[in-house]
């Protein structure tokens, strides 16, 4: 009788911890998991993150579903994910943007490194720059040259103040002398309606959302802010080569949960994230904006974190550009 009533006890010791710990109740994942996009459909964000979660999906034995998020650049979203329970069923599309917005306001909303577990990194990529067929040039330099006979006359547009394609274009404003005119929307797809329209003319963007146009010729690519020239774009220059020594422009997105989400629960996100982003389908998806598939360890992705968050501070500081 003894031996009964302390295996008894032991039991309801186990199934109360068990209760205490969801995610190590029963194999994860064994419902939906939830994928926060901080943008509107249509950008880039958007792009990257449902050709993701369309394979990792599989991967998982779930689905994954797409919550677009978008307001304030990215804050929404990305609170969102912060407030959300660490159990692996929320998960945030970080972009660039993520560690930068933080470094633009006094009193940052979050804090990439604490309030975030890292998963991995997904790839880096160039922006490319794109304008509406009606402006007259052709490359970086023959953009600066009509850019500085018209001050102030030209529009580039953004997803927002303090999103990393803003933050390009004052770059290239910096490096170059152009003077062109930001205006923000509230995320890439309504910016490039009005790129489409002759509302703006420029946009600091991937590839991805405006590829279709591109070859529509409803836009035109002007010139590829990395260190080479894309393969989906062999005849368009980099600003480098156009215009300006040396210049360069790269982004990222990466895969983060709660803090708090327990290490096995990570480890399992990160080992199908990287069968993900090895799967052929998605590489070739993913090949049209430039992008380098690198998904690394949650360490990995940790240091990138922290030395993107230095990066930005100082490219901020840089182009003086604050968020209230």
């Known amino acids: 009788m003894k031996l ?3 295996l008894a006890v032991g039991a309801a010791c186990v199934v109360v911890l068990l209760a205490g710990h969801p995610a190590l109740a029963q194999p ?6 939830r994928m926060v996009i901080a943008f509107p459909p249509g950008g ?11 394979k990792l999906s599989e991967f998982l ?13 990215g804050l929404i979203g990305t609170q969102d994910v912060a407030r959300a329970a660490p159990d692996g069923y929320t998960l945030l599309l970080a972009p660039s943007d993520f560690t930068l917005i ?58 927002g103040n303090g999103a990393t394609n803003h933050i390009s274009g004052e770059w290239f404003k910096l490096n170059s002398g152009a003077d062109i005119t930001h205006v923000p929307y509230k995320g890439n797809g309504p910016a490039i309606t009005d790129l489409l329209a002759d509302r703006v003319q420029l946009l600091f963007t991937s590839t991805g959302p405006v590829e279709a146009h591109l070859k529509s010729g409803k836009l035109k690519a002007i010139a590829v802010t990395g260190r080479n020239r894309l393969a989906s774009l062999p005849d368009v220059q980099t600003v480098a080569e156009s215009a ?6 790269t982004l990222w997105y990466g895969l983060v949960a709660p803090a708090g989400t327990p290490r096995p629960v990570i480890d399992r996100l990160n080992a199908d994230l990287r069968r993900t982003m090895a799967s052929p389908e998605v590489k070739e998806k993913l090949a049209s904006i430039g992008g380098n598939l690198n998904v690394g360890s949650p360490e990995e992705f940790a240091a990138v974190l922290r ?14 550009i604050k968020m209230e």
Do not use: C
Request: charged residues 20%.
């Open 4 to 6: 009964v009533r302390a």
């Open 307 to 320: 030395d993107e968050t230095v990066r930005w501070a100082k490219l901020a500081k840089d182009v003086g």
């Open 61 to 73: 034995g779930q689905p994954i579903v797409i919550d677009n998020k978008p307001g304030a650049t």
């Open 244 to 249: 300006i020594p040396g210049y360069q422009f």
């Open 102 to 159: 933080p470094t633009l306001q006094a009193k940052p909303p979050y804090d990439a490194q604490k309030d975030f577990a890292p998963i991995g990194m997904v790839l880096d990529y160039p922006h490319v720059l794109v304008a509406n067929p009606n402006v007259a040039a052709s490359n970086a330099k023959e953009l600066i040259a009509l850019a500085k006979s018209k001050p102030s006359q030209l529009n580039f547009a953004s997803g």
């Open 28 to 33: 994860y994942p064994n419902k939906p998991v």
């Open 44 to 54: 880039t964000s958007d792009f990257v993150g449902r050709v993701v979660a369309a």
